[in-house]
């Protein structure tokens, strides 16, 4: 059984840095895209970051030049360095990723449980 799980949120002011990590685990095959997303209180889910096995990344417009995604193959993990937070970072964080488990020939959609991200003073 997959599992996805995030690490690393927390409390920070604004101005500061968090780094958040996800590892995925179990019958994994191969992994295409991995990627952040973000759901702050009443709104919708939104995709922060995303980045494919070969490396090119993509972002949101709102985090632009202060997150940075990484990924691990070998570990099938993935990371956002986030700096300069705004109070408007806060969300719950969600990794995803779209992968093959062994002995299927597709690729699926999972997610982690999620990691609170507060940015305040």
């Known amino acids: 059984q997959v599992q996805l799980v995030e690490s690393g949120g927390g409390l920070v002011q604004p101005g500061g840095s968090l780094r958040l990590s996800c590892a995925a685990s179990g019958s994994i095959s191969r992994i295409n895209d991995m990627g952040w997303y973000r759901q702050a209180p009443g709104k919708q889910r939104e995709l922060v970051a995303s980045i494919i096995s070969g490396g090119s990344t993509s972002y949101a417009d709102s985090v632009k030049g202060r997150f940075t995604i990484t990924r691990d193959n070998a570990k099938n993990s993935v990371s956002l360095q986030m700096n300069s937070l705004k109070p408007e970072d806060t969300a719950v964080y969600y990794c995803?990723?779209?992968?093959?488990?062994?002995?299927?020939?597709?690729?699926?959609?999972?997610w982690g449980q999620g990691t609170q991200v507060t940015v305040s003073s």
């Open positions: 995803k990723a779209h992968l093959i488990e062994y002995g299927r020939s597709w690729y699926e959609a999972f």
